[in-house]
């Protein structure tokens, strides 16, 4: 057991959760830009 | 392991990637929350936030009175109206329609006042895709500025009873 | 098989246990009875949402068009309200009777009204679904007033919501005495930690919605006046909360799946628990994005509460999207699956279906629902996608695709338990969430593309064919409706294996040890 430390190596896991991150921002941006092509509202 | 109760010490330190990973996280949430107020300042598309109180029947007299004095045409029963620009402009959300038909000119601005005369509605434009929830009760202004010609089609997406799906309408930018 | 007489410490009565022979956990008689009622209870409710969700789902493929319009949004309030209200509430009054009791070797405090709240929730549904099925209330689970129906409609859904609270504040006391008593060693467990955060916020929930349903009731009675937008302050202070119970509750059934296949172990029980913490604090603000686009509001409370607070929440999921693959990836790295970044994907037990359930709801909600949620919940970004069916398709993606899904894979490890019955129909099992998540995760994403192109939610003809003014629609949004459709089909083959193998367990399978089913003799 590894009781020092207990953060393991997951490397996987941080490549997977990175993706993540890109793919939320893709979303998120893409979504501005189309609302930002749309009539001024307020 | 989740279903027993955890090791006595379970409050340990975190380990070298969850503590990046938490960090990039929480910097992510705080850059969304910014860009919210951002938006609001520099954006031209925000939620329209000015509202009053008025009576279903007010709401109708003044939209009537609109229509009357704006009116140039009228499409299978439905009036048209040319309001100048700048002005305060009424569109009625009643089962089953929105009326009247609105002709805007590009790149000007108009007060679009929304209000129902009966239950919930969806105002959903189309193609732009912009879409607000109608109250009965409600005078709901909305500051807009088309900003390109067109066709805009009109259609209700709150549940609004048994014909919902015939509820329809139209703006005309020039 | 063991039956074991424990006393109470502050009662005098005894209440019966049974040592489970494949868990070692001291199961009490009385908590079992009700977890398994419960659980059928939600079954079937599930198997009534299913039948109507197949019968809408083809009404909004085009080409099928299947019912008339009355029978359209007839069914689809009972949809709604059989998955979303019936379905997942008593599967997790199940899950916490489950929780509180089996996994804390603890007894059930309060057997008698444990059962009053049965009958109240069973009472409730049952009402709800005769008054829509006589077509008095076709209104939409949401029933946002001034559409109006019948009084019963609203006194089923209190009645639901009250044997709901006092099922929440039933295992809030078990936790209690069971620490009290002694019956677990230090910090409970992370997963009964999770059910704990579902029932905190489930109380929460469940008060806004009985503060929005009563008026209304009266209301309907011709006594009062209800605000349509006070209402909808309350009743998504129920609808959105009782989706933070759902995730909680999903969340908590992730760590113990992890557990349960691969042996994972939270990799840091600190920092988990501290992502459930900031659900407790923070997640309830989240239910103003239902009104973000709504007349009556100020700029600062839409952002306050969508944003800033919610935003914590979020980090919350976050963290919880590290720690559960981080949890497995360790567990499997463990067992010299070493092999490159992802060998421990790859050889995991995929036919297992607890796994590939997990593993189908962690992706559907990790990389659909909780995405299309955090955009959506962007302030302004709502005016693109309120109403629209774009919220349909984030929230199949959510509440079906994640927790029903989890709960699915759940119920193959502890109906088998609590019925004694090994699985019906293995084969079957084997296969289901890969049919029910490849279903979702087709349906979910046209849902979401439709509306995109600006399909409307809850509507009966996208193609607009009897109206007064005509309209323009996009062409590409008829082709994401027949994708829906397709999906749709295949989701719910999904979910009627599910149904097969749970009936098919109580029905057909063989007892296990039918001596164990009688405690006296032990
Ligand atoms: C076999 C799987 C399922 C399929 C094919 C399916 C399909 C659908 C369809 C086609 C709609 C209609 C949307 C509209 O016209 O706006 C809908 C609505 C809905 N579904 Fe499902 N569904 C499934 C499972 C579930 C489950 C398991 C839940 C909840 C846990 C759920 C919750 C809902 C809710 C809350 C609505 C919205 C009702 C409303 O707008 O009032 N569905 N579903
Ligand atoms: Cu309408
Ligand atoms: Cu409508």
């Not at chain 2, 027993?4 to 990046?20: A, D, M, N, S, V």
């Not at chain 3, 809030?172 to 059910?195: D, I, N």
């Amino acid at each position: 057991m590894d009781n020092k430390h207990s953060g393991p190596e997951t490397p996987g896991t941080v490549v997977l959760t990175f993706l993540l991150l890109l793919w939320i921002g893709f979303l998120y941006f893409g979504n501005w830009i189309t609302l930002s092509q749309a009539w001024g509202i307020r | 392991m989740a279903i027993y109760p955890p090791e006595r010490i379970w409050w340990k330190p975190l380990g070298r990637e969850e503590r990046l990973w938490v960090t990039v996280a929480a910097l992510w949430c705080f850059f969304m929350f910014f860009m919210l107020i951002g938006w609001y300042f520099l954006g031209a598309q925000n939620l329209p936030t000015r509202a009053q109180r008025i009576t279903t029947a007010q709401y109708k007299s003044l939209a009537d009175q609109f229509v009357e004095a704006n009116k140039v045409g009228e499409e299978n029963g439905v009036p048209i109206v040319h309001p100048q620009p700048g002005t305060d402009i009424y569109l009625v959300a009643k089962q089953w329609q929105w009326t009247p038909i609105l002709e805007l000119e590009n790149n000007k601005t108009y007060t679009l006042h929304v209000s129902s005369l009966d239950v919930q509605h969806g105002l959903s434009i189309q193609p732009i895709n912009l879409n607000l929830q109608i109250f009965p009760g409600y005078d709901y202004m909305i500051t807009i500025t088309p900003n390109k010609a067109g066709n805009y089609s009109l259609w209700c997406n709150e549940f609004c009873s048994i014909g919902h799906h015939l509820m329809t309408g139209k703006i005309v930018v020039k | 098989m063991a039956a074991i007489a424990l006393p109470n410490t502050f009662s005098g009565t005894r209440s019966v246990f049974r040592v489970c022979p494949v868990t070692t956990f001291k199961v009490d008689l009385a908590a079992e009875r009700l977890i398994i009622v419960n659980a059928v209870t939600a079954i079937v409710a599930l198997l009534l949402g299913g039948i109507y969700a197949l019968l809408i789902g083809l009404t909004r493929w085009p080409d099928v068009h299947l019912l008339s319009a009355p029978w359209f949004y007839r069914l689809l309030t009972a949809h709604g309200m059989n998955m979303l209200v019936f379905w997942m509430v008593f599967f997790e009054v199940a899950g916490l009777y489950f929780g509180g009791n089996a996994l804390l070797n603890a007894r059930l405090v309060g057997v008698k009204l444990a059962w009053v709240a049965y009958a109240l929730m069973l009472g409730g549904a049952i009402l709800v679904n005769v008054i829509i099925m006589m077509g008095r209330a076709d209104v939409m689970f949401s029933a946002y007033p001034p559409l109006k129906a019948d009084p019963l409609f609203y006194v089923g859904y209190i009645l639901f919501a009250v044997g709901a609270i006092l099922a929440c504040c039933i295992f809030l006391a078990t936790l209690v005495m069971a620490k009290v008593e002694g019956r677990y060693e230090g910090s409970m467990p992370l997963a009964v930690f999770g059910l704990l955060t579902a029932a905190i916020i489930a109380l929460f929930t469940l008060l806004s919605g009985a503060v929005a349903l009563i008026p209304t009731l009266l209301w309907s009675l011709g006594i009062g006046n209800v605000d349509p937008g006070a209402y909808r302050v309350t009743f998504w202070g129920f609808g959105h909360s009782a989706q933070q119970v759902n995730l909680s509750a999903m969340i908590a059934i992730w760590y113990t799946l992890a557990t349960l296949t691969v042996g994972a172990k939270p990799v840091n029980e600190k920092l988990s628990r501290f992502a459930f913490f900031l659900y407790i604090l923070f997640i309830n603000l989240g239910s103003m994005h239902h009104l973000l686009t709504d007349p009556g509001l100020g700029t600062a409370a839409k952002f306050f509460n969508t944003s800033y607070a919610m935003y914590l929440a979020v980090l919350g999921s976050l963290i919880h999207a590290f720690s559960i693959p981080a949890a497995i990836e360790t567990a499997m790295r463990k067992k010299g699956y070493n092999k490159g970044l992802f060998g421990w994907l790859l050889n995991a037990p995929w036919k297992e279906p607890g796994f590939s359930a997990l593993m189908f709801s962690l992706f559907i909600f990790g990389f659909i629902g909780g995405p299309t949620g955090v955009v959506l919940g962007a302030g302004q970004l709502s005016l693109l996608a309120h109403n629209t069916w774009r919220i349909t398709g984030h929230f199949h993606a959510t509440v079906v695709g994640g927790t029903t899904l989890a709960f699915m894979g759940f119920a193959y490890y502890v109906l088998p338990l609590v019925f004694r019955r090994p699985l019906f129909a293995k084969k079957i099992a084997q296969w289901q969430p890969w049919v029910y998540g490849i279903g979702l995760i087709i349906l979910s994403i046209s849902m979401t593309l439709a509306g995109t192109l600006g399909a409307p939610r809850r509507h009966w003809d996208v193609t607009f064919s009897n109206v007064t003014i005509p309209v323009q629609v996009q062409p590409l949004m008829n082709l994401m409706l027949t994708f829906s459709g397709i999906g749709a089909v295949i989701a719910a083959t999904g979910g009627a294996m599910f149904i097969i193998v749970a009936v098919g367990s109580l029905l057909f399978s063989p007892k296990r040890d039918p001596k164990a089913l009688s405690p006296l003799e032990a």
